[in-house]
């Protein structure tokens, strides 16, 4: 499913098309179902919410898809009719999923799915939303008791899951891209980073370099918003990556991190630097 980020003439286009075929709907909605033009303005509306808008208005990459689940905020104990609902934005499929797996054919399905069942717990939790086990089933067609041995497993090797039952229990930066951090910060190396949270070398080499330019526009005096905007991350998992530069900064071990940390912070922001400069962003701006 696209969406479309208004800063380009294509996606203003696209845009323009929606709205008519959103006008176009009210007028059938009126005409053939007999609603009120309030109706049919809301039920346009909602349908625009749906399936045209993004939270963040960035296109969706394939293997990502819209999803409603839980608010965050809704109390343990809520029946599911009574909850506010939010839309979140999900990684179902990514190629990282196949990297550095099992040889044995029933892990390598078990370890996949771990790594989706992380990965879209974190995203939902990062835009205000908590995933049940239920959710989880679905979106990895398994069975509930599935989903509750793997949440029992990675629980074992100390990596808790924010799902709607269990969220109330955990703190910000007990996640497994927190753990990996963290093992990170106390001297783990991202190899051994990666077998201890059982994903990709991949992954959790991203997971670092965003912390470490979180890290350094930290120390620089960037507020959260900033931060989000620049890196491209949500507000709640810069939050989580400050957190952990407060706990870990007058820690031993971090002085030995602050270089690899100012020497990446430094490079990406020499990197937005240039790109703000370059000619093409030069007409951007421009031509606003």
Known sequence: MSHFSTSTAEAQTARLKIKTQLQQLMIEAERGAGLTPWEASI??????????????????????????????????????????????????????????LPTKSCQRATDMRRR?????????????????????GELLTCDVRTVRRDIAALKRAGIVVATRGTVKDIGPGVTHKALAIRLWLEGKEPTEVAMRIHHSLKAVEAYLEKFKRIAYLTEKGFTIHEMARVVGISTAAVQTFKDLHAEYGNKAFYTYRQEEINICGHQFWQAEDEKKSSPSSRKSVAGK
């Open 43 to 100: 039920l346009a509306r909602l349908v625009d919410e749906i399936f045209f808008q993004s939270a963040d208005a960035e296109t969706y990459r394939s293997g990502q898809l819209k999803y409603s689940c839980v608010k965050a905020t809704e109390p343990a104990g809520k029946t599911l009719a009574q909850c506010e609902m939010v839309t979140v934005r999900l990684t179902l499929f990514d190629p990282e999923d196949h990297e550095e």
């Open 116 to 136: 989706r069942l992380l990965r879209m717990c974190d995203e939902a939790r990062e835009q205000d939303g908590l995933l049940s086990q239920e959710d989880l």
